[in-house]
Structures are given as structure tokens and as C-alpha cells.
């Protein structure tokens, strides 16, 4: 069964700088593309970041320059680097992972709360 379990979210000043992380488990078949969503309070899901097999990468206009999105194939963790952190980035983070195996199928992790207040 295929697993994503996020963390690194908390609370932090505007400004400051968290890491989240997600560790993928129960892969089966390969990864196509890996990505980070949000929803804050009262809007849709949208995507924040997101890099395929080749290691391209996307990002919302938003957080261009400001977040970085990596992928630590070894360990199959997906890593969003976050600086300069606004109230505005404050939301629930989702991993997604998008595997094909004869089928494409899409994995969300259970999200992680970013807050950014003072």
C-alpha cells in the first residue's frame, strides 16, 4: 500500500523559514511526478511546486524565488524548501505522488498545518 506521510510544518514569524518533508513507502511501479499542493482557509487546492522523473520543476508565481522544491530519489522524500514566509503561504500542505504501474494513479499524504503569524 502505497504510503506518503508529510512533516516539517509549524508555526513560524513572517519571514522565517521551515522545510517540509515526505517520505514515500509501498511504491509500486514508478514515480512520474511528485509535487506540493496547499489550501488555505476558504480557497481551492492549488499547486505550489511540483518536479517530474527528470527532475524539472514547476512553481506557482506566488512562491517563485521564495520556495524550492527537491527530490531525494535514494530515500523516495520529497523535500519544499520554504523561505521568506508570508501570511499568505498560511495553509494545509499535501504531498502528492503520481505512480504508473500499466495505470497512473495519484497518492495525497494526510497534509501538514503551515502557520505564518506573529
Known amino acids: 500500500q502505497v504510503q506518503l506521510v508529510e512533516s516539517g510544518g509549524g508555526l513560524v514569524q513572517p519571514g522565517g523559514s521551515l522545510r517540509l518533508s515526505c517520505a514515500v513507502s509501498?511504491?509500486?511501479?514508478?514515480?512520474?511526478?511528485m509535487g506540493w499542493y496547499r489550501r488555505a482557509p476558504g480557497k481551492q487546492r492549488e499547486l505550489v511546486a511540483g518536479?517530474?522523473?527528470?527532475?524539472?520543476?514547476n512553481y506557482a508565481d506566488s512562491v517563485k524565488g521564495r520556495f524550492t522544491i527537491s527530490r531525494d530519489n535514494a530515500k523516495n522524500t520529497l523535500y519544499l524548501q520554504m523561505n521568506s514566509l508570508e501570511p499568505e503561504d498560511t495553509a494545509v500542505y499535501y504531498c502528492?505522488?503520481?505512480?504508473?504501474?500499466?495505470?497512473?494513479?495519484?497518492?495525497w499524504g494526510q497534509g501538514t498545518q503551515v502557520t505564518v503569524s506573529s
Open positions: 509501498g511504491i509500486i511501479g514508478s514515480i512520474i511526478a
Open positions: 502528492n505522488a503520481v505512480l504508473w504501474s500499466k495505470i497512473r494513479a495519484d497518492y
Open positions: 518536479i517530474n522523473s527528470s527532475g524539472n520543476t
